[in-house]
T-cell receptor, first 112, second 115 residues
């Protein structure tokens, strides 16, 4: 089955720096979504990118998708301490299916 | 902004007991989901629900699990005879359209602890 795998598993940066997280998956997808999870809390949707899109922006977030490499990246620019969280990619297959497959996540720590 | 709500936030139960986790999806959404996250592990899909029936379920969703939409607003997950390994965060989600086209909005989760 397809599977999102993020790397790195953990990332520690200084406030103001950019953070880049990557996600790889195994089978063809309809769309890929990035979520944030603060410790012990729910999942907050960040951005959705469809398989026919290559790049999307939302505020300080930039997501790219390379379907030939089956990978996506999430860039957070000018990071803030409040960005400290775990970030997950979730994929949806291009056949009939209503569920996400989540990767294990990248734990981002932004140090003040 | 509308949001998915879940109750209780934390449930402690004895092994073998039944639990019901409750969710109120966003009001105009048609698709509902349950996921679970064992501590430190991935978020795993359990079940999706549309038009008053299960549309898809994972291998995890065995006979001890059931879902129900008892009225126009609630969506419940019942675990019939809890096991220690059922301890996890359980997330409810909803979407206006199916996941293949639409964003899923997640609730804050219910932490289930089975003793």
């Amino acid at each position: 089955s397809q599977q999102g795998e993020e790397d790195p598993q953990a990332l520690s940066i200084q406030e103001g720096e950019n953070a880049t997280m990557n996600c790889s998956y195994k089978t063809s997808i309809n769309n890929l979504q990035w979520y944030r999870q603060n410790s012990g809390r729910g999942l907050v949707h960040l951005i959705l990118i469809r398989s026919n899109e290559r790049e999307k922006h939302s505020g300080r977030l930039r997501v790219t998708l390379d379907t030939s490499k089956k990978s996506s990246s999430l860039l957070i620019t000018a990071s803030r301490a409040a960005d400290t969280a775990s970030y997950f990619c979730a994929t949806v297959g291009d056949n009939y299916g209503q569920n996400f497959v989540f990767g294990p996540g990248t734990r981002l720590s932004v140090l003040p | 902004e509308p949001e998915v709500t879940q109750t209780p936030s934390h449930q402690v139960t004895q092994m073998g007991q039944e639990v019901i986790l409750r969710c109120v999806p966003i009001s105009n959404h048609l698709y509902f989901y349950w996921y679970r996250q064992i501590l430190g592990q991935k978020v795993e899909f359990l079940v999706s629900f549309y038009n008053n029936e299960i549309s898809e379920k994972s291998e995890i969703f065995d006979d001890q699990f059931s879902v129900e939409r008892p009225d126009g607003s609630n969506f419940t997950l019942k675990i019939r005879s809890t096991k220690l390994e059922d301890s996890a965060m359980y997330f409810c989600a909803s979407s206006a359209l199916g996941a293949i086209t639409d964003t899923q909005y997640f609730g804050p989760g219910t932490r289930l602890t089975v003793l």
